[in-house]
């Protein structure tokens, strides 16, 4: 009987920009405030990155934090997948602009688009690539500058995001925490329930689209919220019973950081206690793809995971998109 090799996860890595915007900062701009956001989000504070740093800026911080933490060099990676909606540029992606920016080899280097559950989506891109034996060593970030897409005169989105970036190092080598498991999904029947309308192919940027803020992130929130709900119930669900595990099984659950009242329903669909999930959404909002990575990084740093321990992550993103992994620690 051949044991499967899991990808390990050798080292991770996280940034958050050093300028902190709280609620009652964003209530002096914006026409909300504190108690408005703070009950309806649990958000009380993001991180916004400078106006001189790029997506690739906080990917840089991010995969540099983790190289270290993998204690892998630079020329050692020979794969770079990076999740984002909030590219450099449209083209070329942000992953080539990281490799140069990490003084990589000339290495496969890509982005990923699946919106906030694309890092799940990376790993899973990752897992199936080093399984083929024709690369080692894989670098996965998720990076998000969501400020740069916000529309500032929308109340209702411009308050929910923040700019940050995760990484992990990933090989079939080594030790670390084991990727046991991966399921992704989609349905793209009703894009416009959470998109960027402007800039591509479809609706190319011209004085119209400016001037009506179609560059902009647009969210149906009331459609968004049921969605994410239901669909993170189900990915879990069908997650865990494809690996013959139970919810009873699992020691923690990161679930993607968009809204606490996502995640306190998820919790009473899943009949899971809110203490075994690991939120940290208050002090940096909805970082999109770098949400899950961030939110390892922290609970591996104040190890809230041991040896043996099973630990869910969960997501759901625009497209509509969603994506669960279990993780062994």
């Known amino acids: 009987m051949v044991t499967e090799k899991y990808t390990r ?3 991770i890595g996280a940034y958050g920009p050093s300028r902190v915007v709280t609620n009652e900062q964003l209530s002096q701009t914006v026409d909300t405030s504190d108690e408005w956001i703070r009950s309806r989000t649990g958000i009380l504070e993001r991180r916004f990155g400078s106006d001189e740093q790029s997506t690739s800026d906080l990917a840089l911080e991010a995969a540099q934090k983790a190289l270290a933490h993998a204690g892998v060099l630079p020329d050692e990676i020979d794969l770079v997948l990076v999740a984002t909606i909030t590219p450099d540029m449209a083209f070329p992606s942000t992953a080539c602009v990281l490799q140069h920016k990490l003084g990589l080899r000339k290495v496969a280097c890509f982005d990923l688009e699946a919106a906030c559950s694309g890092f799940l989506y990376a790993l899973d891109v ?31 989105t411009c308050v929910l995001f923040g700019d940050g970036a995760g990484a992990a190092v990933l090989s079939k080598e080594g030790e670390g925490p084991a990727l046991v498991g991966f399921y992704c999904g989609a349905d793209g029947s009703n894009p416009s329930l959470l998109c960027q309308p402007a800039g591509g192919s479809a609706l190319p940027a011209s004085s119209e689209t400016l001037s009506s803020r179609k560059h902009f992130l647009k969210m149906n929130g009331r459609e968004i919220f049921k969605s994410a709900v239901r669909v993170m119930e189900s990915s879990c669900r069908t997650l ?52 899950i990575p961030l939110a390892l990084n922290e609970a591996v740093q104040k190890k809230a995971l041991s040896d043996g321990d099973l630990c869910l992550l969960v997501a759901f993103g625009a497209g509509l998109t969603w994506s669960s992994t279990i993780v062994r620690f």
Not at 128 to 144: C, I, P
Not at 255 to 282: D, G, T, W
Request: glycine share 4%; with cysteine; net charge negative.
């Open 126 to 156: 990752a897992d199936s690539m080093l399984a083929s034996g024709r690369y080692k060593k894989a670098l996965v970030v998720g990076a998000e500058k969501m400020s740069s897409i916000m529309d500032w005169e929308d109340r209702t």
């Open 9 to 11: 996860i050798l080292g």
């Open 240 to 291: 865990l019973e494809e690996h013959n595990l139970e919810l009873s099984d699992v020691s923690l659950i990161i679930p993607h950081q968009a809204n606490m009242r996502i995640v306190e329903s998820l919790s009473q669909r899943l009949e899971v206690p809110m203490n075994k999930f690991y939120c940290n959404l208050e002090r940096y909002g909805n970082t999109s793809a770098a949400s």
